[in-house]
């Protein structure tokens, strides 16, 4: 007998609703921000002696004299416990990683509208952020966010040699401040 296709969607759906219930008694969500002055070049942008050489974040920014430079992480925690996870059952661990990273952005756009919206000034918008290792921003780049926010000491996020993050669900990035 062949199981209904609604019925492994069903399943899949209780899968998802307790991989987030679960995700959430563990998270520990931090964020860091700073703002910056930025000087266009040909190519890229600096700010804090950090020169970025991106067509992509040239564009973002073309119309801003600002920038956010932002940092977050959901915290070791949640690294520990999808790696168990994987280990007891693959489709759990799968659905928890996947949940781990709709969390990681929710909180960094929940952080953004909380920390940094409310004190722009007036007439002051975001472009959207661009993280490290989008189009042509070089993932390099992250060590540069981290080291100028001082994330490593402040919230614990830090690069492997292979640039990735630690914790794993993390998120860093710029957002131009541009005028409307």
């Known amino acids: 007998m062949k199981v209904p296709a609604t019925a492994k969607i069903d399943e899949l759906i209780d899968v998802v609703r307790e991989a987030f219930d679960r995700l959430d008694k ?15 070049f040909d190519g890229g942008i600096e700010f804090e002696g950090c020169y970025i050489y991106s067509e992509n974040i040239a564009k973002l920014t073309a119309h801003s004299n600002e920038c956010y430079i932002i940092a977050m992480t959901l915290g070791h925690d949640v690294d520990r416990e999808i790696s168990l996870e994987q280990q007891r059952n693959m489709l759990d661990g799968l659905a928890l990683d996947a949940c781990a990273s709709v969390r990681a952005d929710e909180f960094c756009d929940y952080a953004i509208n909380t920390e940094i919206v409310p004190y722009l000034n007036k007439g002051e918008i975001l472009t959207h952020r661009f993280s490290p290792g989008y189009g042509d921003l070089d993932i390099k780049v992250t060590d540069d966010i981290l080291q100028i926010l001082n994330a490593t000491k402040k919230i614990g996020l830090s690069t492997t040699s292979s640039m990735m993050m630690t914790p794993v669900k993390s998120i860093t990035a710029i957002i131009g401040i541009t005028h409307a």
């Open 26 to 40: 563990f998270v520990t969500p931090r964020f860091l921000s700073g703002r910056f002055h930025i000087i266009h």
